[in-house]
């Protein structure tokens, strides 16, 4: 599995009179390849994924692949919903596009149980074949992946790789790394 490392750039989604600034956004991603940065990340949380349509979020992964293609820029795409459906045909539109890596943040405002999480984290990273970072961020979301919900998910599917762990916590990071 060819893994998204090194240092990444959450990407922003602009807007102008109410639509998707496609050229801004083309020219925000080349601006972080010419500074070398190692990924670019779209429509994660900072690209306001969860109040796109789903035809933009679409969109701004394409356009972030279309700019990336031939340059050593990887393109680590936001798959996230709090619909377990919805974040599968993300994921799949994603890898069709040819991202290098998905990620997917967790289900927002549901507020599913450890086992909730699991098996959506499951249905999704099973879908497609590039690697899968999970992403856990419960200021945000509502809900926190405990620790034994990512190691039983990293144990369990194969083309998950990675976390993003957004808690603050130093203590969760030690437990998941040990």
Known sequence: MNIVTGSSTALITPFKNGKLDEQIYAKLIQRQIDNAIDAVCPVGTTGESATLTHDEHKRCIEIAVEVCKGTKTKVLAG???????????????????????????????????????????????SAVRVPFMLYNVPGRTGVDIEPQTVIRLFDDVKNIYGIKEATGSVERTVELLS
């Open 79 to 125: 798959a996230g919903s709090n619909s377990t459906m919805e974040a599968i045909d993300i994921a799949k539109h994603a890898e069709a596009c040819g991202v290098d890596a998905l990620f997917s943040v967790s289900p927002y405002y549901n507020k599913p149980s450890q086992e909730g999480l699991y098996q959506h984290y499951k249905a999704i990273a």
